[in-house]
Each structure stands twice: as C-alpha cells, then as structure tokens.
C-alpha cells in the first residue's frame, strides 16, 4: 500500500483539493495492493489532523478498502484559520466534496464513512444528507450530545452574547492526559506539531454547539447502518450520548460496542485496547462489504 498519495495505479490520488471557498485541503489516501473492494472515508476531529489514522486507516487498507482523508479547513496542513470554521456545514461540503470524487473515480464501489469525536458529528451529518450512499458508517466516540454542564442553557445564552463582542476569547483547552490512558500516546499527541494544542474560541465552541444540535435532530431519521464504539470512562463525550443514538436510530442494523473503563481517543489508548478497536471496526466494515464487490481477494 503506498501513504505518500502517488500510487503504481495511476495519478488519480492527489495531495491536495480545493473547496468552494478556494481553500487547499491537504488529502491523505492509503491504498490497497490488490484489486479495491469498497471505499472508507475518515473525518477527523477538533484540533487534530488525518495523519493521525494512519494505522487505522493501514488496517483497512490491508483488507481492501482505498481509505481516503484530508485536514479539514483550519487544521493540519490545509489552509484556513487554525481551529475556526465560519460555519460547521463547511466540513460536511468539503468532506462530501472529498467523498463525490472517489466514487466517480471508483464507481460502484461501496462506501464507508468513519469519524471520531467531532469527526463523528460530521460523519453522521454527511450520511444524513446522502442517506443511499453510505453502506455503513463507523463512529468512534462521535460528539452526538455535549455534555450539559459545560453547555448548560445558561452558559450557552452567554457564550452567544460573548460571540458578539470577543468571538475570539479562548473558553479553554482539554488536559490531553484525560484523553487516552496511553501516557505514550499522550505525549506523541502533545508532541505532534500538525496538531492545534490552542484554546477553544466562543466562536468555534458556538459552531459545535450548533452542530450537537443538528446531530440530535437527525439521529431520529437515522435508517443507515452503523457501528458505535466508545470508552465508558470517556471524559469528553460521555457514552450516553452513543446510548441515545442506539436507541434512538431507525437503522435495524446497528451496534454499540463498549470498551471498559477506556477514554476518549479509542484508536490511541492501551495497546490492548487499541487493537481490539481496530479489529471491531475492520471485521464490521469487511462483513458489510456486498458479495460481488468483493472479487479480486
Ligand atoms: C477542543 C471539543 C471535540 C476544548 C475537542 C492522547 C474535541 C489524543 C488524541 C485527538 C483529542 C482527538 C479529539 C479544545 C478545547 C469537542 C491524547 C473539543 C475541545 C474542547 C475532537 C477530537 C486528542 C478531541 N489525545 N475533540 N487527540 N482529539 O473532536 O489523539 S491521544 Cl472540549
């Protein structure tokens, strides 16, 4: 498989697209050596970068999906404004902008969205616009419900005031250390320098609140199948709201799978951990995987 983006098969992968707004998004694409079976997309969360699903994205590839990414605008190495977006629908067009080049590439092919955490978020919102096109969608610790305490009625009416005068003060950063039990995996994550380690703004935090909001709306119009992994110690988007979306989604093919006492970032905690993550998801996504898509293995 190659991860560098210029493959033996041709010059369809690139390093980089360009979105509506004329801003470079920096595209990453892990690519199988046998003949592709389906296509997985992977939306990555706040503040961090695609690079950091490389193998996640190395163990679907070795089972025959083309796994393809980019940074979303202001993140990693695609232009932007660092962890600001004017408007969250912008990472669901760029990313269905992402997704609607691959197919007319690799027409019929079945197609998977994953995301983590925020990645989540636009993960569900994507295939909540494009119903018919996803055969499965993969959410690890998606950002389905904020956690009501530090987005209380209250506290969201004054941070919509503070948006008008200081759209920019910083709410605050997240103690990477309450993120994954792996203390390694802390420190490769602080140490990263595609990552933003910068302080929440207003008006950034007003945009997540928004999207919880539209993700709470769409989950009961849900009818796709999906998998949902998450920690049940998990300090930042607590499980309940993964409960909720099991419950709540019409899909008759869906599933909840719950890692004992694991934190937020599932693909980056203890090894053992780790490796039954990946192992879950890539077993989900090749079971999903249509019968005569699957020629070629
Ligand atoms: C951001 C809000 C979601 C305050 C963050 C070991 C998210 C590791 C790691 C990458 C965590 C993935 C997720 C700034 C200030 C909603 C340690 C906020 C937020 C808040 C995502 C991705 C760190 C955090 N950490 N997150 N990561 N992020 O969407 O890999 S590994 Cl509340």
Redesign the pocket.
């Known amino acids: 498989m190659s991860e560098s983006g210029v493959t033996p098969q041709g010059d369809w992968s690139r390093d980089h697209i360009v979105n509506a707004d004329g801003q470079r998004l920096f595209c990453r694409y892990w690519v199988p050596e046998e003949p592709p079976r389906g296509l997985l997309f992977v939306a990555h ?4 970068h695609c690079g ?1 699903y490389s193998s996640l994205a190395q163990s679907l590839s070795q089972r025959g999906l083309i796994v393809f990414a980019h940074d979303h605008v202001g993140h990693g190495r695609s232009e932007g404004e660092r962890m600001m977006v004017r408007d969250f629908k912008v990472y669901i067009r760029d990313s269905l902008q992402h997704v609607d080049l691959m197919k007319e590439q690799y027409p019929g092919l079945p197609l998977f969205i994953l995301g ?4 989540g978020a636009i993960s569900i919102l994507c295939a909540c616009e494009r119903p018919s096109d996803f055969t499965g969608v993969v959410l690890i610790s998606p ?1 389905v419900q904020l956690n009501p305490e530090s987005a209380s009625p209250f506290k969201v009416f004054m941070a919509k005031l503070l948006n008008h005068v200081l759209p920019s003060l910083s709410l ?3 103690d ?1 250390k309450w ?2 039990r792996d203390q390694k ?2 420190e490769s ?1 602080d140490t990263d320098e595609l990552n933003h380690h910068g ?2 703004s207003v008006a950034f935090a007003m945009q ?1 609140v928004g999207a919880a909001r539209l993700v709470e709306r769409a989950i009961p119009t849900v009818t796709w199948p999906f998998l949902l992994l998450h920690g049940d110690a998990d300090k ?1 988007c607590n499980i309940s709201g993964s409960h909720m979306m099991l419950e709540k989604a019409q899909s008759t093919d869906k599933q909840l799978k719950v890692y004992n006492g694991a934190y ?2 599932l693909h ?1 905690e203890l090894p053992e951990t780790t490796e039954c993550v990946l192992r879950d998801i890539t077993d989900w996504v090749v079971t999903r995987i249509p019968d005569q898509a699957a020629s070629g293995s």
Request: proline share 0%; net charge negative.
């Open positions: 969360g706040v503040g961090e950091r983590h955490s925020m990645g950002m605050g950063s997240i990477s993120i994954s995996e802390v994550y302080g929440l997540l930042l937020h970032v980056h």
